[in-house]
C-alpha cells in the first residue's frame, strides 16, 4: 500500500472539498450494482451521504442512455425528448457486465463503460481505445474541485432540483452542432444556453433555435434528454474539462459513439432516435418573394406583375400582416384589404405561385377574440391561474398572452381554424415567435415555465405541421412550414430560417456559422432573410441596405438550401438599381436551373439524413484543415462555395482532389489555399465563389432560362448536366417521380475533353 504523498506545503488528507457551496452534491462511491434486460443499475453515495440512482442502457452497440435518479427530486412534469430507455426496431446486440478489483465494465461489441470502484468514473473505449470519460478532478492547489463532477444542486430540502455532467476535454478537441448558434463553429471555449430567444439579431450567442445536443471531434455526440433550461461550458472556465448543467432533477443524455468518426454515420444514428428528415415540395428550392409586409392583395398582385414583367421567376410569395391586427393569432383573414383570399391564392396558383403566410402564437390583450378565449383556458396561464402576460417585443405597447398548446380542448379549437386556412390552397405557414413565455407560469399539463419553455417552441411548429400534413396528403402535396423557433426534433418539421438578421455584410458570416451549427444538428432545410431583415441607418431609424450589402447577401442566399428574400423595407431586385436587378435576376435564373441538383440533395437528406448545406468537416472528416474551415461550405456532395463577406482578400482552402470554378472554368489542384480578391460589385467583381468537385455531374434544368422551378415528374431529357471529371463515371440522381416520389436514375458522363 502506498503511503500519502509527503508533503511541505498545506498538508490535506482524504477530504473531497469544493469551491462551491454546500447545495451542490456530486456522486463518489459505488455501493451496489447488478444489470438486467434494462441495463445495468448502480446506487451511488454522494459527496454528502446522500445517494442516486444511475441506470445506463445501450440502445445499439454504439449508443447508450445515461440517467441518474438522486434519492430526493423536487416535484415536476418532466417530459424528456426520447421517453424511452430503448427504442422500437432497435437493438443493442450482445451486451456483458463483468467487473474485476477495481472496476465494473458493461460493453457490447463497440463499446466498453468503465465504472471505478474507487471514485464515481465513467470511461468510455471504442474497440479498446479510450474516447472520453468523466472528469473526477478537475481540482486547484488546494485540491478543492473548480468543476464539479457527476452530480446535483439541492433546495433546501435537499431535493435534486438541477444536474450537472463532466467530461474530460482533450487537448485538441472541438465541438459542433447546439442547432442555431452565430458565433464560431467550433464551440470548444464558448458557454452555450439553450433557452429559446427572441435573439433581436443573428450575430450573438443568443438564438431562436438552441438544441441541447453537439458531437466532439473525438467521433461522439451528446444529446442532454430535456427539454428544461440547459448550458454548457465548452472549456470556457477550464482547459481540462468541459460541463453540461441542467434545471432538470434528473440527469439524462444519450450518447452515441462512430468509430471512424465519421460524422455523417454519427448523425444518422442521432436521426435513428430523434426521427428521419421528411422530403418538402420541389418547388420550395425556387425563389421566395417577401417583406414585412405586403398590406393588400393589390400590392401582391402588383410585385408579381413586375417580377413577370422583368423576367424574374418568383415560387413562393409571402405575407405577414393577412389577419387584422387586433386579430393576429385567430387565423382570419381581413377581407377588407385581402378581398376574396380563395380567388387570390387561385389566381396565384394559375401561375405556378405559392403563398405562404405568417402565424403569431400569441393574442393581444385588446384583441376583440381575447376576454372570451382566456375564459376558455386557451393561454398558458400565471401562478395565480390567470392568463400570463408578457410583452412579445421589447418595444411593444400592448401586451399579450401565448396560446397554451399542451391544451387538448386548445389544440382542438386551434387544429380547424388553420386546416380552414390550408385548405384555401396556402402553401406555407411561417411560425414565428414563440419565444418569450416568461419561467414563471404554469401550463396546462402543469409543467411550470422552466419545463415548458423550450418545449412550447417544438409543439408550437409541430401540431401545425401535422395539421398542414393532413389537408396537403389529401391534395398529393407535402406540407412545409417555415420556422423561427424549434428545438431538438425540428428537423422532422422543415424548414426553418434564421430570425431577424442585419444586412451588413461581416453580419453574414455569423449567419454561417449558424447555418452550420443547424447541419451539424440534423436540419437540412434552413435559409434566412436574404438581404437582410434590418439595417440600421445612422440616425436610429430603419433606412435600406446599400446595393453591395444587398448584393452580397442576396448572393450567398441564393446559394443556401432554401432562397427567402424579406426584410422591413422592399427586398425586391428592381428597388436596388439596374446592377442589382441584372445580377439578382441572373442569380435566380441559375437557381432555378440548379432546381434538379438541390432535389437530388434534399432527396439525400431525406433518405440517408445527410444535410444539404455541409460543414467542410462533414465531407473531409480526416482532412486537419477541412476540419477548421468555417467561412466556406459544401453545398451537396459536388459544390464548394466560398463567400467574401467583408474581407477584401483572403486565402482559400479547397479540400483533396481538384476543384473547377464553375464561373472562369479554372482549375486547382486541392489541399491547398488559392488567394482571393474580392472586388466590389460595382468594379464587376463578386462575393462568392463556387467550385465543382472533380468526379462529379451535376443535373441542371435543360432550358437556358427558367422563370420557376416546374412541379410534376421531371425525365431525364428535361436535363443538362454540368459535369467535371477526368474519367467516364456512373452517378446516381434523384428525381421527382410518377408519385412524387423521388426516383434514382443512372446517368453515364464522359470524361471532360
Request: glycine share 6%; net charge negative; aromatic share 14%.
Amino acid at each position: 500500500m502506498l503511503k500519502e504523498a509527503e508533503t511541505q506545503y498545506n498538508p490535506q488528507y482524504g477530504i473531497r472539498r469544493t469551491v462551491f457551496s454546500d447545495e451542490y452534491d456530486f456522486l463518489t462511491v459505488i455501493e451496489s450494482a447488478s444489470a438486467d434486460e434494462k441495463g445495468v443499475h448502480f446506487l451511488v453515495r454522494t459527496w454528502k451521504e446522500r445517494t442516486a440512482a444511475v441506470c445506463v442502457t445501450f440502445l445499439t452497440p454504439s449508443v447508450f442512455r445515461f440517467v441518474m435518479v438522486p434519492e430526493l427530486t423536487a416535484d415536476s412534469h418532466r417530459q424528456p425528448v426520447i421517453e424511452h430507455a430503448s427504442q422500437e426496431g432497435f437493438e443493442a446486440g450482445n451486451v456483458s457486465f463483468t467487473e474485476d478489483e477495481d472496476k465494473y465494465i458493461y460493453a457490447t461489441e463497440r463499446l466498453s463503460l468503465h465504472f471505478s470502484k474507487k471514485y464515481w468514473e465513467m470511461s468510455i473505449y471504442q474497440n479498446g481505445k479510450l474516447l472520453t470519460k468523466e472528469q473526477a478532478f478537475d481540482t486547484n492547489v488546494d485540491n478543492r474541485w473548480k468543476q464539479l463532477p457527476t452530480g446535483f444542486k439541492v433546495n433546501t430540502f435537499g431535493e435534486s432540483i438541477s444536474t450537472f455532467e463532466q467530461f474530460v476535454l482533450f487537448s485538441d478537441e472541438m465541438f459542433w452542432g447546439f442547432g442555431e448558434k452565430f458565433t464560431h463553429f467550433n464551440k470548444r471555449g464558448q458557454k452555450i444556453k439553450c433557452w429559446q430567444k427572441d435573439a433581436l439579431s443573428t450575430n450573438t450567442e443568443d438564438s431562436y433555435k438552441s438544441h441541447p445536443y453537439f458531437t466532439s471531434s473525438r467521433g461522439y455526440s451528446i444529446l442532454l434528454n430535456t427539454f428544461t433550461r440547459s448550458s454548457f461550458d465548452m472549456g470556457a472556465s477550464s482547459w481540462i474539462s468541459y460541463q453540461i448543467d441542467s434545471d432538470d432533477p434528473v440527469l439524462d443524455y444519450i450518447f452515441l459513439a462512430e468509430e471512424s468518426r465519421d460524422y455523417k454515420r454519427l448523425l444518422q444514428q442521432y436521426l435513428q432516435i430523434t426521427g428521419q428528415i421528411p422530403m418538402i415540395p420541389q418547388w420550395a428550392f425556387g425563389f421566395w418573394m417577401s417583406k414585412c409586409s405586403y398590406r393588400s392583395r393589390k400590392e401582391i398582385e402588383d410585385v408579381i406583375d413586375e417580377a413577370d414583367r422583368l423576367g424574374i421567376g418568383i415560387d413562393v410569395i409571402h405575407i405577414d400582416n393577412w389577419q387584422k391586427p387586433d386579430m393576429a393569432g385567430v387565423w382570419e383573414w381581413d377581407t377588407e384589404r385581402f378581398p376574396d383570399p380563395e380567388g387570390m391564392i387561385k389566381e396565384l396558383n394559375k401561375k405556378k405561385i405559392h403563398l405562404s403566410l405568417w402565424n403569431y402564437p400569441y393574442l393581444k390583450e385588446d384583441s376583440p377574440a381575447f376576454k372570451s378565449l382566456a375564459e376558455r383556458g386557451f393561454f398558458v396561464k400565471n401562478k395565480e391561474g390567470q392568463p400570463a402576460m408578457f410583452k412579445s417585443t421589447a418595444d411593444s405597447v400592448v401586451l399579450c398572452a401565448c396560446f397554451d398548446f399542451t391544451n387538448p380542448e386548445f389544440l382542438e379549437w386551434y387544429k380547424e381554424r388553420v386546416k380552414k386556412i390550408v385548405r384555401m390552397g396556402v402553401s406555407v405557414i411561417k411560425t414565428d415567435f414563440s419565444e418569450a413565455v416568461p419561467e414563471e407560469v404554469v401550463f396546462h399539463n402543469g409543467m411550470s415555465g422552466w419545463e415548458g419553455h423550450n418545449l412550447l417552441t417544438y409543439l408550437y411548429a409541430k401540431n401545425i405541421y401535422i395539421w398542414m400534413k393532413e389537408i396537403c396528403e389529401k391534395r398529393g402535396e407535402l406540407p412545409l412550414l417555415w420556422g423561427r423557433s424549434g428545438y431538438v426534433g425540428s428537423h422532422t418539421i422543415p424548414a426553418a430560417w434564421a430570425g431577424d438578421s442585419s444586412s451588413d455584410k461581416a453580419n453574414h458570416s455569423a449567419i454561417l456559422q449558424a447555418g452550420l451549427g443547424m447541419a451539424m444538428s440534423g436540419v437540412s432545410f434552413w435559409g434566412y432573410d436574404l438581404g437582410g431583415f434590418y439595417n440600421t441607418g445612422y440616425t436610429g431609424n430603419e433606412k435600406r441596405p446599400d446595393v453591395e450589402d444587398y448584393l452580397s447577401s442576396v448572393q450567398m442566399g441564393l446559394w443556401m438550401p432554401l432562397s427567402r428574400a424579406h426584410g422591413k423595407t422592399p427586398r425586391e431586385p428592381w428597388q436596388y438599381g439596374e446592377l442589382a436587378l441584372v445580377k439578382v435576376k441572373e442569380w435566380i435564373n441559375f437557381r432555378h436551373r440548379l432546381a434538379p441538383y438541390l432535389y437530388h440533395t434534399a432527396c439525400q437528406s431525406h433518405l440517408f439524413g445527410i444535410p444539404m448545406l455541409r460543414p467542410l468537416v462533414m465531407e473531409y472528416p480526416n482532412d486537419p484543415v477541412a476540419k477548421i474551415q468555417n467561412l466556406s461550405y459544401m453545398l451537396g456532395d459536388s459544390l464548394l462555395i466560398s463567400p467574401g463577406f467583408d474581407r477584401e482578400g483572403y486565402d482559400l482552402y479547397l479540400p483533396e482532389g481538384q476543384w473547377m470554378n464553375i464561373e472562369s472554368k479554372e482549375v486547382y489542384e486541392g489541399r491547398s489555399f488559392v488567394p482571393v480578391e474580392n472586388k466590389p460589385f460595382a468594379d464587376g467583381g463578386t462575393s462568392l465563389l463556387v467550385f465543382q468537385k472533380e468526379g462529379t455531374s451535376i443535373p441542371l434544368l435543360a432550358q437556358s432560362e427558367v422563370m420557376r422551378v416546374p412541379d410534376g415528374t421531371w425525365k431525364e431529357e428535361d436535363l443538362d448536366f454540368m459535369t467535371f471529371t477526368t474519367r467516364d463515371i456512373t452517378e446516381k440522381i434523384y428525381i421527382p417521380g410518377e408519385s412524387r416520389e423521388p426516383e434514382c436514375i443512372t446517368i453515364q458522363a464522359k470524361k471532360n475533353a
